[in-house]
């Protein structure tokens, strides 16, 4: 049988091996460094490096990860009642993210509280409310509180609609955003068709499969694309890009053909019906790799 101590002490917190930065020697993720209220996060050549000891538990690094890589931080239990908010608040704010999240996870529309005890929180809703209106979404509203903090102490003692708050957390990651608002995308690609020599090294990188070559296509699936970027830094001719934009769900596909070099006569793969040259060729002085 197991013996766990009550003394044992919660493992610290830490970036994983999934984070891409450790993925990808050339990936220049910093995402979370970004977000971080304190800096508790900083980014080195290779692998972002979190101290335990500044960390303040905030949550906000989990929610921009395109990765999944932060370890043992929780996101912030929070408290609902039907489609609002309730005491008790956070002194932290939350992110833009995280209230994302609770918006298209658990419904809620409100919050409410003391406008003047909270300034970080009603900056938050503001900020959430443009996004909001981005996504032509119903704006939340910061409503007064109708009684006071629920103790969860003094349970006994509260009305039966007092009594029918919940407490949860909403889930974390890019991937989770994703898939909450899967009408919708926030990344596109761009993909340049005279450089790209369809060496699928983008779709194989592409954890989501928002990206895959196929027979004949190179297809890309907005809805999927989490915005890692990783398929762009893999690429060896700078052909991929994206860029965050909202919009509606796209797919993207590139037929790519199958031709042979007139130069060297191998074969290759192009896009374009009148490319006659493989890539290697073309970089070379004409005739030089002639077969
Ligand atoms: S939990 Fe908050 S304080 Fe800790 S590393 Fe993440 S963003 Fe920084
Ligand atoms: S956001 Fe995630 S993938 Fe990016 S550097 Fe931080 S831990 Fe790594
Ligand atoms: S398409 Fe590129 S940016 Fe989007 S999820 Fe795949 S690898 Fe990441």
Redo the contacts with the bound molecule.
């Keep these: 049988m197991t013996r766990f101590s009550l003394m044992q002490t919660p493992a610290p917190p830490g ?1 994983g091996e999934s ?3 450790r993925q990808l020697p050339r990936h220049d ?4 460094v970004t977000v971080c209220p304190v800096q508790a996060i900083t ?1 080195t050549a290779t692998t ?1 490096t979190l101290n335990a000891l500044d960390c303040l538990q905030c949550g906000r690094c989990l929610f ?4 999944d ?2 370890q043992n931080i929780r996101p912030e239990t929070r408290h609902f009642t039907a489609s609002t908010l309730v005491a008790p608040f956070s002194t932290l704010a939350p992110s833009v993210d995280e209230l994302l999240m609770w918006h298209q996870q658990h419904g809620i529309r409100a919050v409410e509280m003391e406008l003047e005890a909270f300034p970080g929180w009603v900056r938050a809703v503001a900020a959430l409310n443009i996004r909001l209106r981005a996504l032509n979404t119903p704006a939340w509203q910061i409503l007064p509180p109708r009684q006071k903090a629920i103790n969860t102490a003094r349970r006994h003692f509260i009305k039966a609609s007092e009594v029918d708050v919940q407490s949860t957390t909403v889930s974390i990651g890019r991937r989770a955003r994703r898939q909450a608002f899967s009408a919708l995308s926030e990344y596109q690609l761009s993909l340049d068709q005279a450089q790209c020599t369809v060496c699928g090294a983008c779709a194989r990188v592409c954890g989501e499969r928002a990206l895959s070559l196929g027979e004949g296509a190179l297809t890309f699936s907005s809805s999927s694309c989490t915005g890692c970027n990783s398929c762009a830094v893999v690429c060896p001719v700078n052909a991929v890009r994206i860029d965050r934009q909202l919009g509606d769900n796209r797919v993207l596909r590139f037929s790519w053909r199958q031709k042979t070099c007139r130069c060297c006569q191998r074969e290759f793969y192009t896009f374009s019906d009148k490319v006659e040259r493989c890539f290697i060729c073309l970089r070379h002085t004409y005739d030089m790799r002639e077969a």
């Design positions: 970036v984070c891409l930065r993720c910093e995402a979370c980014a972002p921009v990860c395109p990765a890589a932060l």
